[in-house]
């Protein structure tokens, strides 16, 4: 467990982000740090997940699979690199007010794309395959995860001015916008080939899903649905061809399946590896495993449209009724460090003030008693002939969320509350609006589920009352005026001070109104076969921005 101390005081001594890089460098290998392990297949990654994408189109799609999946297949204006600074792909340079790319006003902002990419068919990349991707982003026909920073509400158009150069009129400042346009914001979309999809009226349910075309290092070769993503290098990828030849992801339901497959040395790499099997890790041959500080948090998604959940002292009390550090004692085996924000300690405009929630279960009592709530000898609270009782929703196959359930349940018990367990499928839960998902559809009570912030601390999307799905990703259906004044002065100031000063009121105003409980933040634990070279793992929206380098 030396590597899970040692990364665990690495976070607590963060102060600025720059520091978060030599965090996940370091690593923990058992066996085979010199390399030549008899088992690695030269050239070959055989990666396993327990997670299957809805598609292959992050556009479309709404889980962090399908965006780590794009990392090899597809093409971004900008990535997010491990130095935590944005890494220029299909645009040239990121745009600034020093140099031009951002008008004085603010409200035009200049991309110059790369020039001599191909798509992997041959076809060139130009401006018109982001206009093009704009334009689908914007159609009501595709079911999108979120429109913000790309509808009449903040682009009134873009201009081409020739096949390399294009200009975008905001309708408005908005702070967050070279973040996010395209990039790595929180609600990542590659660029989509104009050539390819512009035949059909929409791109919900199109071969293209399946089997992309992208300017990535690698091709999409084979998707067996439930079982098999296979992935071949690009030889025309405009970086030059990359040092994997061949990527397998097997999607494996079960994560003590894919356990006995790294300890069997049948696949080399898990990411986002399961924290309640870390002393199992530890205790693997020919491994290094990862600990990478996140932007990304565990939480309880609350339904505030669904009784009892509707009252603040209902949800304040179930907060104060969790023993947050014995549970990510617990399940995590101390991978992830205790949370009180929506914004990670590493992040300027983080918080450290805001209400906490510490464990109190004779506090959590009162809050139940004055809310109307009276303990019966069934050992459960009644009101006006109601059980206090809701579903606590999840993931099938996932460890962590099952062991979190369960402790969950018999804490809530505690206070009287019944709770029931419900568990679906992956792409179920997490689909979209228009594609019947759980959370999105508001199908649910209270949900367990991880959010992946993007590299800028906006999250209007989540909060604001205008951003019920499917315009936006409030599946907690949570609407406060105030936080929507806050969330408006934070987007439209370029004053990093102002800014900060909105995202520390709108932290409060969360932890004090309870939409969701934050039970920890994550640090994304990967064991990968110490073969494995140039794994440079970022520590924003997705790990994986560098796929051309990796080699085995």
Same mark, same amino acid.
């Given at each position: 467990m030396s590597i899970q101390r040692r990364a665990l005081r690495c976070v607590a001594a963060l102060v600025v982000v720059a520091a978060l890089a030599a965090c996940s460098q370091g690593g923990n290998t058992q066996a085979g740090t010199g390399g030549g392990n008899s088992w690695t297949k030269p050239g070959v990654l055989r990666w396993a997940a327990n997670a299957e994408p809805d598609n292959m189109d992050p556009v479309v799609g709404n889980q962090q699979t399908e965006v780590d999946l794009s990392m090899f297949w597809a093409g971004y204006l900008f990535n997010w690199s491990d130095q935590n600074e944005l890494y220029p792909e299909l645009a040239t340079i990121v745009p600034t007010l020093a140099n031009g790319g951002i008008s004085k006003d603010g409200l035009n902002i200049t991309y110059h794309l790369r020039k001599g990419v191909k798509w992997q068919d041959g076809a060139p990349f130009s401006a018109d395959d982001v206009i093009y991707t704009w334009q689908q982003v914007n159609n009501p026909a595709n079911f999108v995860s979120s429109t913000v920073g790309y509808d009449k509400t903040y682009i009134l158009g873009i201009d081409k001015k020739d096949d /390399? *150069?294009? =200009? =975008? %009129? &905001?309708?408005?400042?908005?702070?967050?916008? =070279? +973040?996010? #346009? #395209? *990039?790595?914001? $929180? *609600? !990542? /979309?590659? @660029? &989509? $080939?104009? %050539? @390819? &999809?512009?035949? /059909? !009226? +929409? @791109?919900?349910? =199109? !071969? #293209? +899903?399946?089997? !992309?075309?992208? *300017?990535? $290092? #690698?091709k999409v070769v084979e998707y067996q649905k439930g079982s098999l993503i296979k992935m071949v290098a690009n030889p025309n990828y405009w970086r030059g061809p990359p040092k994997l030849r061949e990527v397998d992801f097997e999607i494996v339901p079960d994560e003590n399946t894919i356990l006995t497959e790294l300890e069997s040395h049948d696949i080399d790499f898990e990411y986002y590896a399961p924290a309640s099997q870390a002393p199992q890790f530890n205790r693997l041959t020919g491994y290094q495993i990862y600990l990478t500080p996140f932007t990304q948090y565990g939480q309880i998604a609350l339904n505030l449209q669904h009784p009892p959940l509707d009252d603040v002292r209902v949800r304040q009390a179930l907060a104060y009724a969790i023993d947050s550090r014995t549970l990510i004692h617990n399940i995590s085996h101390d991978v992830y460090v205790p949370a009180d924000s929506d914004q990670p300690p590493f992040l300027w405009a983080y918080n450290r003030d805001v209400k906490k929630y510490p464990y109190d279960t004779n506090k959590a009592d009162q809050l139940l008693e004055s809310a109307g709530w009276t303990m019966a000898p069934d050992g459960y609270r009644h009101k006006n002939g109601q059980t206090l009782e809701f579903s606590l929703d999840g993931v099938i196959g996932r460890a962590d969320s099952l062991a979190q359930q369960q402790v969950l349940q018999s804490e809530w018990k505690t206070i009287g509350v019944k709770v029931d367990v419900k568990n679906y499928p992956t792409p179920l839960f997490f689909a979209t609006y228009g594609a019947g998902g759980i959370l999105q559809g508001g199908k649910y009570d209270a949900g367990l589920l991880s959010w992946i912030n993007g590299v800028d601390p906006d999250d209007s999307t989540l909060f604001m009352c205008d951003q019920f799905p499917p315009k936006g990703q409030n599946i907690y259906r949570f609407c406060d005026p105030e936080l929507d004044a806050q969330e408006r002065i934070a987007l439209s100031s370029y004053d990093p001070n102002v800014r900060k000063a909105a995202y520390y009121k709108i932290q409060e105003i969360l932890a004090e109104q309870e939409p969701m409980i934050l039970n920890w933040y994550v640090q994304r634990q990967d064991v990968a076969n110490s073969d494995l070279k140039n794994y440079k793992p970022a520590h924003a929206v997705t790990t994986f921005w560098n796929t051309w380098e990796w080699e085995i």
């Open positions: /390399y *150069t294009i =200009v =975008v %009129h &905001l309708a408005k400042k908005w702070a967050p916008f =070279v +973040n996010n #346009f #395209f *990039t790595m914001g $929180p *609600t !990542p /979309y590659p @660029i &989509l $080939p104009k %050539h @390819i &999809l512009s035949k /059909y !009226p +929409n @791109i919900n349910r =199109v !071969p #293209f +899903n399946i089997i !992309p075309i992208g *300017t990535g $290092p #690698f």
